[in-house]
């Protein structure tokens, strides 16, 4: 099996992802939501893109693991990449008329390590709409077809980002900064790198695919995302295989950060 991602087969992956973003756009004033039987929220926006980014990844990358929030498929160790694809992260939000979500895929190399992503928010961004960030595995992040340059001092955390049970899981009593919740784990965790002034982020149990595409862009700046009990964050047979979501929380940021996040904003 082939150790590397064709650069054509990606740019036609890249254009379908953004494509799928541009799509759920368009829809979502038109969209009713439903529920899964955990209770999170579904739309029939999910379920058509979930199914056009598996069949350009079956198109594309025959040999290579997918793993999606909405439909089961084949899993084989021998693979060296696998794909993680959440068709729209915040659906919740979405459903509702809300900005802050994305469709994300993220890549994992056969050691399970976060290496790639696409994310296509088309009604977020940075002083304008739309945001598509892009990591090919071993390149240089991309924000919107330009370098993702990392941009402020990121060593405390004055300002973070947070899902929306955290008031309930985390002791705010000796943090005095500015908290943001947009709705959107990936969004959450993007936050530190494409925002000057966020530094940090605290993220609440979620899948494997609310967190793997974003995970890979924090890696490539140089960010560290591990448990709030100092525990390493690793892609087991649990959290990627069997669907679970992860216990405890997370704490994301740089190292200094994240030292920080400790001792400010520890878990209850």
Not at 16 to 24: I, L
Not at 100 to 129: F, Y
Request: include cysteine.
């Amino acid at each position: 099996m082939e150790s590397t991602l064709d650069k054509k087969a990606l740019d036609s992956l890249a254009l379908a992802v953004r494509e799928a973003g541009m799509y759920a756009k368009a829809q979502q004033q038109h969209i009713s939501r439903s529920y899964k039987k955990d209770g999170s929220v579904i739309t029939e926006t999910d379920l058509t893109i979930s199914k056009q980014i598996i069949s350009v990844i079956e198109g594309l990358f025959p040999s290579m693991n997918i793993i999606s929030e909405e439909t089961l498929t084949p899993y084989r160790e021998a693979s060296p990449f696998t794909f993680v694809l959440d068709p729209i992260d915040g659906t919740d939000v979405y459903s509702q008329g809300l900005p802050s979500w994305a469709v994300a895929l993220g890549i994992l190399n056969k050691d399970r390590v976060p290496v790639g992503a696409m994310i296509s928010a088309p009604r977020w961004g940075i002083g304008e709409e739309d945001l598509f960030v892009r990591l090919d595995p071993g390149k240089e992040p991309l924000i919107n077809g330009q370098p993702l340059i990392v941009e402020g001092n990121k060593d405390f955390p004055w300002q973070i980002t947070m899902g929306s049970s955290g008031q309930r899981l985390m002791d705010f009593s000796r943090y005095e900064g500015k908290i943001r919740i947009f709705g959107s784990s990936i969004i959450h965790m993007l936050s530190p790198v494409i925002y000057e002034h966020i530094q940090g982020c605290v993220n609440q149990s979620c899948y494997v695919w609310d967190v793997a595409a974003s995970h890979a862009v924090l890696l490539s700046a140089g960010m560290l995302v591990e448990y709030v009990d100092g525990k390493p964050f690793i892609y087991d047979d649990d959290f990627l295989l069997h669907r679970k979501p992860f216990s405890p929380s997370l704490y994301v940021g740089t190292r200094t950060c994240i030292d920080a996040l400790k001792v400010v904003l520890p878990p209850k």
